[in-house]
C-alpha cells in the first residue's frame, strides 16, 4: 500500500517574483498606494544598520 507522500502530489514553491507581486498586491489594495511603486521598493535592498559591522 503507497504512503500518504508518495501519492500527495508535490507543491511548487512560489518564485521571488510571485511572492513579491502578491505583497505589493496586498498592499496596494489595503494602502491606496500603486503597485508597481511597491514592488520597486519591495526588490531594493534594505540597509537597517549601516553602522554596524559583522564581526570577523
Known sequence: M???QE???RRKKP????VLR???SSTAIETGRRVA?????L??????F???RLAR
Open 2 to 4: 503507497p504512503t500518504i
Open 7 to 9: 501519492t500527495a502530489p
Open 15 to 18: 518564485s521571488r517574483k510571485a
Open 22 to 24: 502578491a505583497v505589493a
Open 37 to 41: 511603486d511597491l514592488e520597486r521598493q
Open 43 to 48: 526588490r531594493r535592498p534594505v540597509v537597517r
Open 50 to 52: 549601516p553602522h554596524i
